[in-house]
């Protein structure tokens, strides 16, 4: 149980355009799931933190106008990077928590986004 | 905000020899520490967890200690073999379902 998945695995795209990223809960319903960045060896960084009906709430340095979050279901989230760069590309991961659980937050198997 | 440091950053140990991560936290009104492994190019898997009412907390070859007074917890790992081999992320929580704060994460490397 607890299975959480990521579509696409990984995206190339030309500057300045747009890309989508799903995260999804399999087997359990998720009201809130959270997504991360993380850059070559290094930490994963919360980028903001996505609830379901409502709006994301994001980090402090995170444009929200640049990175789009969508939580309209108990199942999916979704990040749209806007306008992407080349300083865009990175290790996008999500999480989600199943609350029946307990605190445990279950990863994605990750986006790796490559702008051109 | 909260704020996780965590030490070493490279860890090498020869098979069979115990491992220990170290991480200290910020704000006292945290409760949750989760420890994740993560090999190259995949995700986090969360390989043991605390909370602030447990001073330690072991599952076979794991175990975890968590000081509240001194805002430090660690993660011990013996016995080590080659597949213990990867990065390892230290986190904490206030719970509740509220977001995590990683630390900077270790190399561990586990040699022949």
């Known amino acids: 149980g607890a299975v959480v998945s990521q579509h696409p695995s990984w995206v190339i795209c030309k500057s300045g355009t747009s890309v989508k990223i799903e995260c999804r809960s399999l087997?359990?319903?998720?009201?809130?799931m959270f997504w991360y960045r993380q850059f070559p060896k290094q930490s994963l960084m919360l980028m903001a933190t996505?609830?379901?009906?409502?709006?994301?709430?994001?980090e402090q340095g995170v444009e929200k106008d640049k990175f789009l979050i969508n939580h309209a279901s108990l199942t999916l989230s979704t990040l749209t990077v806007t306008s992407a760069h080349p300083e865009d590309s990175s290790f996008y991961i999500c999480?989600?928590?199943?609350?029946?659980?307990?605190?445990?937050?279950?990863f994605g198997p990750g986006t790796r986004l490559l702008v051109l | 905000g909260e704020n996780v440091e965590q030490h070493p950053s490279t860890l090498s140990v020869q098979e069979g020899d115990s491992a220990v991560i170290k991480c200290t936290y910020s704000?006292?009104?945290?409760?949750?520490f989760p420890w994740y492994k993560q090999e190259l190019g995949k995700r986090p898997q969360l390989i043991i967890d605390?909370?602030?009412?447990?001073g330690e907390k072991k599952d076979q070859r794991i175990a975890v200690t968590l000081n509240k007074t001194a805002k430090h917890f660690s993660l011990h790992i013996t016995e080590t073999q080659p597949e213990d081999s990867a990065v390892y992320f230290c986190a904490a929580s206030m719970g509740g379902g509220n977001k995590l704060t990683f630390g900077t994460g270790t190399q561990l490397k586990v040699e022949l």
């Open positions: 996505s609830n379901e009906g409502s709006k994301a709430t994001y």
């Open positions: 605390i909370r602030s009412n447990v």
């Open positions: 704000d006292s009104a945290s409760n949750y």
């Open positions: 087997d359990f319903q998720a009201t809130t």
């Open positions: 999480s989600a928590r199943d609350t029946t659980l307990g605190e445990t937050q279950y």
